[in-house]
């Protein structure tokens, strides 16, 4: 081989191990960034929720190139920008005040990513109005309705299954444990929700006390609404002997259900 030909060869080795291209170009770099919202101080479950997310997902940023940060000060909303981050969670709760309302709303429509979780969705008639928009318009819940128990795990049924977050996945998956909610507004009514999973019929009875059962019925779990760069997905509340504090189970107990929540948090923070 001549000289100038191995001296390309050379440089082209070289490109391809990322030596000319500087020191990150043999690293992964982080392709988006998460910022966990999360209070941890109502209800043992959910606290228990929350403190397996904070394990879990910095685990996941490490294998798929995302980075996560966990935070409890809801104020950081009002001024929040998604060039800081792309993709928001809402782990146990819900912004505390109109200003974090306003503020996670203006993100929102600016293109910011969200991934909510479970109780992040409750209101009763005492929610204060400030957080009509974020109900009634962006989930497109309305009221908080009914709710199985004790916890348990059930068949989803995947009603779509060319979004990103249920490609992977078979018709029907088995979900973790979770108390599941109702709503007051049929989502099936509403254009702009996307239905990703709902109780799949062979599942019924859902819940093991006889005084909080569904036997029929249609429930949604996890959606996304077309309007915007969001998932919700009604996991989240572990089983728990709530004597001891312990928990007996936890969200992240199914492979399946992981790899909805995975490929929908991937979905989001890459637009």
Known sequence: MSRIPR????????????????????AERASFNVLAFYSANWDAAHIAFARDANTWFPEQAAENGFTYTATTDWNRLTSLDPGQYQV???????PH???????????????GGFFGFHVCAYNDAGSP????WFHDDFLGTGRFATNTWGPTDETL??????????????ETI????????????????????????????????????????????YYPIVWTNTNFRMMYANFGHDKMNYETNT???????????????LDGLKWLGNG
């Not at 049924?157 to 977050?165: E, F």
């Not at 109702?182 to 990703?196: A, G, H, N, T, V």
């Open 174 to 217: 088995r979900s973790s444990v979770s108390e599941w909610y109702s709503w007051e507004k049929d989502l099936r009514q509403d254009p702009d929700i996307r239905i990703l999973a709902s109780l799949d019929p062979s599942t019924f009875p859902v819940g093991d006390d006889p005084n909080q059962q569904w036997h029929d019925g």
């Open 97 to 111: 005040s109109a200003d974090q309302y306003a503020g996670f709303q203006r993100y929102m429509e600016a293109g």
């Open 157 to 170: 049924r995947l009603d779509d299954r060319a979004h990103p977050a249920t490609v992977n996945l078979s």
């Open 7 to 26: 001296l390309i060869a050379v440089l082209v080795s070289l490109l391809c191990a990322g030596v000319l291209l500087g020191p990150q170009a043999g």
């Open 88 to 94: 928001i969670l809402f782990l146990d709760d819900q």
């Open 247 to 261: 928990p007996l189970s936890s969200t992240f107990d199914s492979p399946d259900q992981n790899r909805l929540l």
């Open 129 to 132: 109005s400030y957080g009509d």
